[in-house]
């Protein structure tokens, strides 16, 4: 079982540990003489001995935008370094095993431990390149692409090293992992959630749906000055065709139902001044979807609403097989499901299924307070459920907005 978690709650939980390590990320440091607080050990360009990378500050404290760029740097260096052997070089390649929201914890944990480690970091994204849904990122992080490239005199840049259990990382790293014993324990800190920025930007494909709707219902640049825009995401997850039951059939009206007392609530704090909701409504299975969106517009006189929907972005990510990702129809799909991603984080409140880590993941990267974020159970999570589910009740079983018995 090592390189995996016992279960997806515990995974999570020791990803938020990790970001929680203690320190006060609110102040620069002022150095001496306005010099450079950090400074990197060993110049791989010049030696032809393994030297991991490790950095130093003075104060304890170093700006993650300063820390990737030294990791970069010496990544690159040391990566194309000719006189070092390829099984002197020390790797981290993550490959995912979950959905993206489960995903993407598990990669920032493991860029995380490749840090502190002081090895080069790969990325082996299945099924499909991970550049089809985000940016790439500014050293060479591709497995795939790396293990078949070679040195300007011909050696390998890395080799496989499938002997090494320490060098691959399936999912989230437990505690029984051997990276976690290689770990150094680091002497300054950083803004850990930094990490999650770095590596979650959209793919230019996926940039351009977003702009279509932030710059569109979401923007509020021609609203009159008496009008208020408030954007609200509809995040259903169902598990349907998963072996896992997130909601039971027919939950998609008690999201409705929620956000329809929160709207009316919302309206009377804003007093005079007219709210225009923009509902954004998103789910794994389409019909749950469009069910949603007729009960939404059903009752659309009752206050100012736009219903927002990315048409046929139904799928879960690491469910498609690698041919069928190459596939165009699939790659659009792909790229409405990560750009949902992104706009669920730009909402200013979110009604999300309870478990759903992809929601959660969503929620937290676009940041806001917890009194926005609603988290909804599946009604039968307390009796009889259609399939398997290893997910109990959220407490409370539904927000008290909803004010459902």
Known sequence: MAGFCFSRRNCFVLYLL????????????????GADCSSTIGDQNSRDAWLPFRVTSKDKWIAFDRLA???????????????????????????????????????????????????????????YPWSVMFKSL??????????????????????????????????HITTNHPLTKD?????????YQSINDYFLQPAKKVEKIIRTVRDGPFSDAELPDDQILHKVA???????????????????????????????????RAGDRMVKFVVFV?????????????DLRRHSGDFSLEVVTLNDSAIHVMHVSRAESREDVVREKLHKTIAEF????????KFLTHGSLFGRAAVERGGGPEETKFYISDSKCDGKREKYSYL??????????????
């Open 18 to 33: 990790l970001l929680a390590v203690s320190c006060q990320c609110d102040d620069n440091p002022v150095c001496e003489d």
């Open 69 to 127: 760029e030294k990791y970069s740097n010496w990544h690159e260096s040391a990566l194309q370094n000719d006189e070092i052997p390829c099984k002197s070089k020390k790797t981290v390649v993550f490959t995912p095993n979950a959905g993206l929201g489960d995903s993407i914890g598990a990669l920032t944990t493991g860029y995380l431990y490749a840090l502190r480690s002081g090895r080069l970091f790969f990325i082996d994204w299945k099924p």
């Open 138 to 171: 500014p050293f060479r992080y591709n497995y795939q692409e790396v293990v078949k490239m070679k040195t300007k005199s011909g050696k390998p840049l890395i080799c496989p090293l499938e002997d090494d259990p320490s060098s691959f990382l399936h999912g």
């Open 183 to 191: 770990a150094e324990r680091w002497d300054f800190h950083t803004d």
């Open 234 to 268: 509809v995040v259903m997850r169902t598990g349907i065709g998963e072996y896992n039951q997130f909601l039971s059939p027919g939950d998609e009206k008690i999201f409705v139902s929620c956000f329809r007392n929160y709207a009316e609530q919302y309206q009377k």
């Open 282 to 294: 998103t789910s794994d299975h389409d019909q749950t979807k469009q069910n949603a969106i007729a």
């Open 342 to 349: 992104f706009l669920i984080g730009m909402c200013d409140a």
């Open 392 to 405: 109990e009740c959220h407490k409370p079983k539904y927000p008290e907005i909803c004010n459902l018995s």
